[in-house]
């Protein structure tokens, strides 16, 4: 009967046929290594740029959580708690980590907007606490803040969208 191991060991006697069956059988496997050596390394380096990367906030000592059901209903009893505990005075609540954005809009109207264009801009909503406990550096203008009534409909953009806008960072 048909051996496999004596085909790959060169016993039977079938001629010259065995050693160049053999020759790029080593030959595949070199490739199929080489190819999964490369993977490998590249595979590495983006997780290494993507853990790298700097994502435009600070990620160091926050923490994040859903507020759902009763706790969202609740939401100014939290806050009083997080700000009577040392180690949550700094808090804020916005509607999704700025990774995570499922939402957006593109019903914003600006001077110069062209009418032919649409732009969907993906948006969070924010309180006055979010620039500084994601220590997010501005290029310019100012963070929403309790003492102008109008934040409440006010957007703060980021330079992608100042750049769509064609507006300058003042």
Known sequence: GFVPAKVLKRDLKAGSGGVTFRNVLVVTQFVVSIVLLVGTAIVYNQLMFINNKSLGYSRENLIYFDMR??????QSELAARLEQERLTQQYSRTSNLPTNLISGTMFLDWEGKDKNKQVIFAHLAIDDHFIDVF???????????????ADSSNYIINETAAEIMGVTPE
């Open 69 to 74: 059901g009763e706790l969202w209903n609740r």
């Open 135 to 149: 220590n997010i550096k501005m290029a310019a203008g100012r963070n929403f803040s309790k003492e102008f009534v």
